[in-house]
């Protein structure tokens, strides 16, 4: 059974999907903020990093259903943008999505180089590389690095969709909410 689709706003499934991410992306970045509050070593500090882990890992599954339903429902037609515009927001939401893809893989590698176990909900995932603290370490500053990338990109996003609703009034952010509110 298809989603009825409307022309003016994405398909609910795309809809939920989004907003999930959302909820997902500030559970991984509060996850491993807030262990910084508990001395290392802490049971409280360990469970926000076994939790961040764990929410990364859903973000990496979360993002192929993601990308299933783009390709399974077609996005609103853009509202009239320069293209310039349009090339931003297209390099913006390709960015995020390399971020939501990468970040993942990037943590389960360093877990794996670390020779750390990969918690997920109840079972242990398999490590992708043998134990080398070489590796763990180069790619824990690239996972560093891409988290503040990921800061940059979501509050873009999100300033670039603020600024259309209120500054350019056009109907870009209300596309992103189910067409039935």
Do not use: C
């Not at 001395?39 to 961040?52: L, S, V």
């Not at 300033?159 to 189910?178: G, K, N, V």
């Amino acid at each position: 059974m298809t989603p009825k689709t409307d022309p003016e706003h994405y398909a609910l499934p795309s809809i939920i999907l989004h907003w999930l991410m959302l909820l997902l992306l500030v559970a991984v970045y509060a996850a491993i903020e807030l262990r910084e509050f508990w001395p290392k070593g802490t049971i409280t500090r360990e469970a926000f990093k076994t939790w961040h882990f764990m929410l990364g890992l859903s973000v990496f599954a979360l993002v192929w259903l993601r990308i299933a339903a783009r390709l399974i429902w077609a996005p609103p037609a853009t509202v009239n943008e320069p293209a310039w515009r349009n090339a931003i927001a297209g390099a913006t939401h390709a960015a995020l999505y390399v971020l939501m893809i990468a970040m993942p893989v990037a943590g389960w590698l360093v877990l794996s180089a670390e020779g750390e176990a990969i918690p997920f909900f109840g079972i242990e995932l398999p490590p992708l590389v043998a134990a080398n603290g070489a590796l763990a370490e180069r790619v824990e500053k690239l996972h560093e690095l891409g988290g503040t990338i990921g800061y940059w990109l979501i509050g873009l996003h999100a300033a670039a969709s603020l600024f259309h609703h209120y500054i350019l009034r056009d109907r870009m952010l209300a596309r992103m909410r189910p067409s039935q509110i």
